[in-house]
């Protein structure tokens, strides 16, 4: 039988202004006689309403799964299902979607149609690390809401200390300055730890992201414990006539502003003739210059990515940045894909080896040093993974010679 | 009982067969884009294809209604393709240039802004908050649900410096990210805990290791195992709570909201910046938090009529230097700004640079 609507006043503020209300879709779908997430979001909004008023969250985690698989469903019981017992339960199923985040309209209403059946028709497009969030499902629900969804070709994504859902960026799918195929790499790999997102075992949570060039657009460096970054290796492309057009179009003034001043390593120049001096070996492919001249500049011809490792948020040891620990690698080639999902299972199996309880990847290579992570990888050491030597004179230094041999090989074997 | 369905354990599908057909006819042979108009990117491929993309806001956590709506747009302009931004903006293509005025049309018309391109401020990634987190100080849905409906003009027009990302996070570990702007919830008072309940719902070990300045430990209250906190040592930052619920944290007077500027993710020009604390101690107030997006616009004012082109906030601040941002805002600088944490003495000034 449908309820009543429950009073919702401080809600009913968040229905007011331009922007999409989230409140007026919880409305819609509360505002039903047929269908099973009536009383459900009735009874949400009522506890939504109840946290309004009271400044408190009451949703407390548990233990619901699907058969087969040990993560991917986020339990959610209510502290206050006395008063609000039609959302005493309200689980979420995390379903990872296409890299890139792509759909088609029938894969959406198929999506809709499940979520309407099992679920409260709630969908979160999209969760903090990528997932497409199916919020709101009775623990009776969630295997046959699952079954549907996996049926359709999709499959659960991660949560709790195991590999989580990955990230990318739009890449080469409609973007001119991805510098590998970032949506590709994101399938190749993620699909060969599946494992590790359904049964994690990690001492924490394990994630990548895919970013095309140095925008980042997929926020992988901070976000991520293996960020795969854009780049390349050889020169800049540049068109001299659109440069010309585009120190045309903005002025001689603006283009050395924009453009000239911008540069962090004062590697551009403006020659007499309006074309432009570029001196590539300053250049870090920051990608401001191509950002600001999309016509007249493009990233080089010998494409690749950089791996930078340990970026995560404050908890426990305060925010950390990933750190370059390749500079450089090709992925073109199937050998190149086999190579960096070779890499990427030797650094979740260190991770997993190395790591203490609860402690991210970041945290880890902070607590046994950089150079042991590298050692433990098996990974040449490059000068391009420090911003600036050591500082501080308290290391021992008696394995000296034996170092300096070490590099010497790496650099003649490089040479070859 | 019917037998239980084994998964098909397929990981992530292949997104060729979602794409519009130019994105795969072109993969990989893009040459340049622009902006015609705030909202609409267009993409010319080396062999002249091209695709213009219409952005539109969403807000995030959406009922079915909205995607199917959504969905009704994408198969009338789209031919039933569409895309998703990692910013949950939602984004129509199409090679057909004279459908982008009617797709923003309906868009608008259907009540989804149409705008978060280039240097504009895109929409705020946020968090689930009291929706469905097991721990939040607030609600980030309603709190950005609130600034949008206050910042939908900078959302349609491209006007700022360069691109604002801002994100909100319903406690300190900040799942919303780094951000240009980042609006935080931030605990002033340590953990309420309900010793009854400790020894039963708590692995105390493992509460004790996730405290990061090793405030917490066993002890015997009641007869009862349970822990205590040493009040003076506690940075009330919450990662007790998390895995031990009776450690109450969130106070509906106590927790309150922090604002940090200047965090940016991609390596152009600088490097990536983690944001910085600029104002705290701003009231929880909901529904609409007013005094949160007060200061969201002073600051957006600030960066806007004083940053140069590209600076991102960040970036902006780091030229002008901190003393002018604390002049230019009127936020008042407390002895909270100065950095305390390991490493932090990497934040003090230590130069003859000073600003006056």
């Known amino acids: ?416 | 009982m019917s037998e239980l369905r084994r998964p098909i354990e397929c990981g992530v599908p292949d997104s060729k067969q979602f794409m519009p057909p130019v994105l795969v006819r072109n993969y990989g042979k893009w040459a340049w884009h622009d902006r015609p108009q705030p909202g609409v990117l267009r993409h010319v491929a080396e062999g002249g294809d091209q695709v213009f993309t219409v952005k539109a806001g969403t807000q995030r956590q959406m009922d079915i209604h909205t995607i199917r709506k959504l969905c009704d747009i994408a198969d009338q302009f789209c031919d039933g393709h569409v895309r998703f931004t990692i910013r949950s903006s939602v984004e129509f293509m199409t090679p057909d240039e004279s459908k982008v005025k009617p797709l923003i049309d309906a868009l608008e018309a259907a009540g989804f802004p149409v705008g978060g391109t280039g240097n504009s401020v895109g929409f705020i990634s946020h968090t689930q908050g009291w929706l469905h987190c097991d721990i939040p100080g607030t609600d980030a849905s309603g709190v950005v649900k609130a600034l949008m409906d206050e910042l939908v003009d900078e959302f349609k027009h491209e006007d700022m410096p360069n691109r604002v990302k801002i994100t909100t996070s319903c406690c300190q570990i900040n799942c919303g990210g780094q951000g240009d702007i980042a609006i935080n919830v931030q605990h002033t008072k340590p953990p309420v805990i309900n010793h009854a309940l400790v020894s039963g719902v708590c692995e105390r070990p493992a509460v004790i290791a996730r405290c990061p300045v090793a405030a917490i430990r066993p002890a015997l209250v009641d007869g009862k195992p349970s822990l205590e906190v040493d009040e003076k040592k506690c940075v009330c930052c919450g990662a007790c709570y998390p895995p031990c619920p009776p450690m109450q944290i969130n106070d509906p007077v106590n927790s309150k909201i922090a604002i940090w500027v200047g965090g940016k993710h991609s390596s152009t020009r600088s490097k990536p910046m983690f944001h910085k604390l600029v104002a705290a101690g701003l009231p929880n107030n909901a529904p609409r938090w007013p005094e949160v997006a007060e200061v969201v616009k002073l600051i957006l004012r600030t960066y806007k009529a004083d940053a140069r082109p590209w600076e991102r906030m960040g970036e902006w601040i780091e030229r002008i230097g901190w003393p002018r941002f604390f002049e230019m805002t009127q936020l008042p600088f407390t002895k909270y700004h100065v950095d305390t944490w390991r490493g932090g003495r990497a934040n003090l000034n230590a130069s003859a640079h000073l600003h006056f």
């Open chain 1, 1 to 416: 039988m449908s309820k009543k609507m429950p009073s919702t006043p401080m809600l009913d503020e968040l229905e007011k202004g331009p922007w999409p209300s989230f409140v007026s879709g919880l409305k819609r779908l509360a505002d039903t006689e047929d269908k099973p997430h009536g009383n459900l979001m009735k009874s949400l909004l009522g506890q939504l309403e109840h946290s309004y008023q009271t400044r408190k969250g009451y949703w407390k985690g548990g233990t619901v799964g699907v058969f087969g698989y040990g993560a991917g469903v986020i339990a959610r019981f209510s502290e206050v299902a006395s008063q609000y017992p039609d959302s005493s339960e309200f689980h979420t199923l995390r379903i990872m979607p296409a890299p890139g985040f792509f759909y088609d309209t029938k894969t959406l209403r198929q999506m809709c149609d499940i979520w309407e059946e099992h679920g409260s028709g709630l969908i979160a497009l999209h969760g903090q690390s990528g997932d497409i969030m199916f919020q709101g499902c009775r623990t009776d629900q969630v295997q046959p809401a699952w079954d549907k969804l996996n049926e359709m070709g999709f499959d659960m994504g991660g949560a709790g200390a195991g590999v989580r859902t990955a990230a990318s960026c739009v890449g080469p799918a409609r973007c001119e300055q991805a510098c590998f195929d970032t949506l590709e790499a994101h399938k190749t790999l993620i699909n060969d730890f599946t494992d590790d997102i359904h049964r994690p075992s990690l001492p924490y949570k394990m994630k990548f992201k895919f970013s095309g060039c140095a925008n980042d657009c997929a926020n992988a460096t901070q976000r991520a414990d293996v960020a795969i970054l854009g780049t390349w290796k050889d020169d800049m492309q540049v068109n001299q006539a659109e440069v010309k057009a585009k120190v045309k179009q903005l002025g001689r003034k603006e283009f050395i502003n924009q453009v000239i001043r911008m540069c962090p390593t004062q590697a551009l120049g403006l020659n007499d003739d309006d074309t432009l001096d570029v001196d590539n070996k300053s250049c870090v492919r920051c990608m401001h210059c191509i950002n600001v001249c999309t016509k007249a500049l493009k990233p080089g011809k010998e494409r690749g990515i950089a791996i930078l490792v340990g970026g995560k948020r404050t908890l426990k040891i305060g925010d950390l940045l990933g750190t370059v620990v390749v500079p450089f690698m090709k992925l073109e080639t199937e050998e190149d894909y086999a190579a960096l999902v070779d890499l990427a299972h030797r650094m979740l199996d260190f991770f997993a080896d190395n790591a203490l309880e609860h402690e991210r990847t970041g945290e880890m290579i902070e607590r046994i040093g950089l150079a042991n992570y590298l050692e433990g990888l098996d990974l040449p050491l490059d000068v391009n993974m420090i911003s600036q030597p050591r500082t501080n004179s308290y290391v021992r230094t008696d394995g000296w010679d034996e170092e300096v041999r070490k590099w010497n090989e790496t650099k003649s074997s490089a040479a070859e």
